[in-house]
């Protein structure tokens, strides 16, 4: 899900949220090791005339929504081929057609007011539209999810990239969507949330596959 060298991952690490750690500037996802892992303030002012500052995209996003939004303990903004389609779309919404669509029904936010690469009021708009969702489709942008926990923001963002493809797809027959029930929507949404660790098993095998072939992101 990586563009280029762009797009960031970020995790508090403090009660309130507002210190976190975060991907330096200019590496690319799979060389990053947790020792490069930039420790961030978001209430300094002076972090952007540091030696070593991160990307002034990453401080403005991941600063204001830590700063605003204490609950989103880890954010992972991409932008994906299919989430990234879907944010560019006059009709930004997921619709419920399979059970990875289903999964975020009514738990996400739209934001529909993109202003330039994520700068100044940008970033602090993007906190605000957030609110308690795990979804924000940045319009004309990308996707950025906020969840409790490492597994659960990887997992979050793995299933809604499958629940995008999956829609555009469905729009691409040119047939009509089979859109389920809001009962039907919501049950399953909330079987999905009560699917007990199940990302902290997603991302474990994950780990355990990068282990098996000698990787040294944990140096």
Not at 21 to 28: D, I, K, S
Not at 92 to 114: A, E, K, L, V
């Amino acid at each position: 899900m990586h563009e280029s060298v762009g797009n960031h991952f970020s995790l508090a690490v403090s009660d309130d949220g507002s210190k976190f750690l975060v991907n330096p500037n200019g590496r690319h996802f799979s060389q990053i090791k947790a020792s490069e892992l930039l420790l961030l303030d978001s209430n300094d002012t002076s972090t952007m005339s540091k030696k070593n500052a991160p990307d002034p995209t990453a401080w403005a996003i991941h600063s204001a929504l830590h700063r605003k939004n204490p609950h989103a303990r880890c954010l992972m903004h991409v932008h994906p081929k299919y989430s990234t389609i879907l944010a560019s779309l006059e009709d930004s919404n997921m619709y419920p057609i399979d059970q990875n669509t289903m999964r975020f029904y009514n738990r996400i936010s739209i934001d529909n007011g993109f202003d330039g690469m994520g700068l100044g009021n940008e970033a602090e708009r993007l906190s605000e539209t957030l609110g308690n969702n795990s979804i924000l489709v940045m319009g004309n942008h990308g996707v950025l999810v906020a969840a409790d926990s490492v597994a659960q923001a990887f997992d979050d963002l793995y299933y809604f990239e499958r629940a995008c493809q999956t829609l555009i797809g469905a729009y691409q027959t040119g047939k009509s969507l089979r859109i389920v029930s809001h009962e039907i929507a919501e049950k399953t949404a909330q079987q999905w949330q009560n699917y007990s660790n199940f990302a902290d098993r997603h991302f474990g095998e994950l780990m355990e596959m990068l282990d098996k072939e000698g990787s040294d992101y944990k140096n």
